[in-house]
């Protein structure tokens, strides 16, 4: 899936994943390719990206929303 994490002064990723796991406000929730349309808050806390050659990546953020749809994930935070 194509991953975009963008805060109001820069993009920080850009680039394909295999699993992205995210502090959704009501906890904890991980996305995989071909996972359902889904529009959701984060809550203040890491995003773990997985890349296909397995090198992980953390992102701490303070909070913002999350879009996925047809294996296109875009993360806006702060």
Known sequence: ??????TPDKTLYYGECRLVQIPGSDGLFEVLDNHAPIIALLGKGRIKAQEPDGKELFFNVEGGMVKVNNNRMVILCG
């Open 1 to 6: 899936m194509h991953l975009s994490v963008i």
